[in-house]
């Protein structure tokens, strides 16, 4: 059966996820995500055009969110112990209603 490109970017997505969880980390890997992100925040807000600003807003956001996730991120500096529950496996009846609500 041929995939469609929702199903594919999803599995594009989880693999690379699984592969980011199997990694080891580089050393402050989130904490030079995180003041990546707030400079370019800052950036976006001295963009000389809205384009611009849009791009840099966008990857601000990105790199954000990548330095406050993860293992090594904010949970880290918190100090907070202990895994994530582990999502359970949706049939693809669940999973056909959760994208078509």
Sequence with gaps: MAKTLS????????DAIEYDDA?????????????????????ALMAPSRSAAAVRGIAAGVLLVRGLSGRDGVRDWLQVRGAAPAPRKLSPEEIRETWLL
């Excluded at 199903?7 to 989880?14: F, K, M, N, P, V």
């Design 23 to 43: 990694r080891p980390g580089f050393f402050l890997e989130h904490h030079l995500a995180l003041a990546a992100g707030a400079g370019l925040a800052v950036s």
């Design 7 to 14: 199903e594919s970017l999803q599995r594009l997505a989880r």
